[in-house]
């Protein structure tokens, strides 16, 4: 992933981010099909191991941290899904494991960011602060306001997403 050289134009050549950001997508899933299926003769704890020690979150912080700006419009559908996925692993990765949601914390700055479009993020960030009562203690107040504003934009589209009122308990 950190070879993905971002040049922000439409062109000939920036097509060839797009490969490398399939390829990536597609590990992704993979990464998720084993934090979510598992490996039957591997705990859930020795998976999220696994994940800790093949630096996971420097790949996610570095993946939450992308800008859109720095790639083709083209690609934006692209880069969305990438987040997404890599989101949808991390929530795997530090559900009930105070070190890793520790790990995950420190990128909060940058999920914060993107809670408003993309609602993986907030799953995410939901499942850091769950249970972990030392991170809770930190939780800005900014990211209180952006969860509020997710649960009115809900209901005022007459749905409603259970993980956001998680994050508040």
């Not at 050549?13 to 934090?35: E, H, M, P, Y």
């Not at 914390?105 to 960030?125: G, T």
């Amino acid at each position: 992933l950190y070879s993905i050289e971002n040049w922000g134009v439409d062109d000939d050549f920036s097509t060839i981010d797009n490969a490398k950001l399939k390829q990536f997508s597609s590990l992704c899933k993979r990464i998720r099909g084993l934090c979510i299926n598992g490996d039957p003769s591997s705990s859930p704890h020795e998976v999220q191991k696994m994940l800790h020690e093949t630096e996971f979150f420097s790949h996610m912080d570095y993946t939450v941290r992308m800008s859109f700006s720095d790639f083709p419009q083209s690609s934006e559908p692209l880069v969305k899904q990438v987040i997404s996925q890599m989101c949808h692993c991390a929530v795997k990765a530090v559900a009930n494991n105070s070190k890793n949601q520790m790990q995950a914390y420190r990128s909060i700055d940058a999920m914060k960011a993107l809670v408003a479009e993309q609602p993986e993020s907030a799953l995410l960030l939901a499942e850091i602060f769950k249970g972990n009562f030392t991170i809770c203690r930190r939780v800005p107040e900014d990211l209180i306001a952006k969860f509020s504003e997710l649960i009115l934009r809900e209901r005022m589209a007459g749905s409603f997403v259970s993980c956001y009122i998680d994050f508040y308990m």
